[in-house]
């Protein structure tokens, strides 16, 4: 039997969490399913499922592997579509490697602008951490990086650079959204903080300037998403201090966003791979998310391609501190 049909029998039992749900959606019958299930754990000699009440549900084991099984088939799809565009059946996609905020907050703007109807441009958008941005347009795999503090590179070529500072995002109900800023960082000593949990980037440089101020904050919840981070401020795990781009994009309800007395920059920006032909539409798509930064942003800034090494420096100077 085809491992890459026991993989797709695999990645949708673990989606519906019922072998009678996954054989549906595949068009085959529930004891072919079972089959291939039973012997993928053959296979590996471990279980990947376990039954919690009706559903079937991931094993430690098998939750590792759900990763890499999705990773591998992606990436099964885009060689079949980049099959179909080398002998022609297909445009190619510009492909991006962006990180969320950038996604959310510029993409989608930048898209529409880049066309309408038939001259919207094809899309192949993977949503990663800066670091396997950077690795993805150097590997060929994006032909753009759209990511938090590119990092110079002598394989990347950097578009544009811009920064725009960071917020402070706060639940309705807080002492604090009944002011109008700038808050001063002295007036988060003490409180419970939703933070991100990379260790590099604006984060780091968050942490930084808390430190350098001598405020002291309780890190209630870490995760990688400012959406994600949102939901926990709303829900009242505490207050944080957030990117400024993914709120552009949709208001939420429940918080209330108020500028920082001390600046703390988000960088952000475009890259391509060094040496390598950008597609005209992957040029627009590049200057339309520069424009929907300036449009969306009151306080970004576009730096000066001769400032850009001096200002990375600079950045990763601060990170370093910790």
């Not at 471990?46 to 559903?55: C, D």
């Amino acid at each position: 039997m085809s491992r890459l049909k026991i993989l797709e029998a695999y990645l949708q039992v673990a989606s519906l969490g019922s072998v009678t749900a996954a054989a549906k959606h595949l068009g085959v019958s529930q004891p072919s399913v079972s089959r291939m299930i039973q012997e993928l754990e053959r296979d590996l000699g471990q279980p990947l499922f376990e039954r919690v009440g009706q559903r079937l549900v991931l094993t430690p084991k098998g939750m590792v592997l759900r990763d890499d099984v999705e990773r591998a088939l992606a990436g099964f799809v885009n060689l079949w579509e980049r099959a179909r565009e080398v002998v022609g059946e297909a445009e190619p996609p510009i492909r991006i490697s962006a990180v969320s905020a950038l996604a959310f907050g510029l993409l989608t703007d930048a898209w529409k602008a880049a066309g309408e109807g038939a001259n919207a441009p094809r899309l192949m958008v993977e949503v990663e951490n800066p670091d396997r941005v950077q690795n993805a347009v150097m590997s060929g795999t994006a032909q753009i990086g759209a990511t938090s503090a590119p990092l110079l590179h002598r394989d990347l070529v950097l578009e544009w650079l811009g920064t725009a500072p960071c917020v402070l995002a706060v639940p309705e109900d807080d002492p604090l959204a009944r002011t109008e800023g700038p808050v001063e960082l002295k007036a988060l000593s003490g409180r419970n903080l939703v933070g991100m949990s990379l260790r590099r980037g604006v984060p780091a440089r968050i942490r930084a300037t808390l430190d350098a101020a001598g405020v002291d904050v309780r890190v209630k919840v870490r995760t990688t998403s400012t959406m994600n981070a949102l939901s926990f401020i709303r829900a009242g795990a505490g207050i944080g201090i957030v990117e400024p781009l993914t709120l552009t994009a949709e208001a939420l309800p429940g918080i209330r966003i108020l500028p920082l007395a001390t600046a703390i920059p988000y960088c952000f920006g475009a890259v391509t791979a060094r040496g390598v032909p950008v597609p005209d539409k992957a040029r627009e798509l590049i200057a339309a998310m520069q424009v929907v930064a300036q449009h969306r942003l009151d306080d970004f800034t576009l730096i000066p391609p001769e400032e850009h090494q001096s200002l990375l420096a600079s950045l990763t100077k601060q990170e370093a501190r910790l």
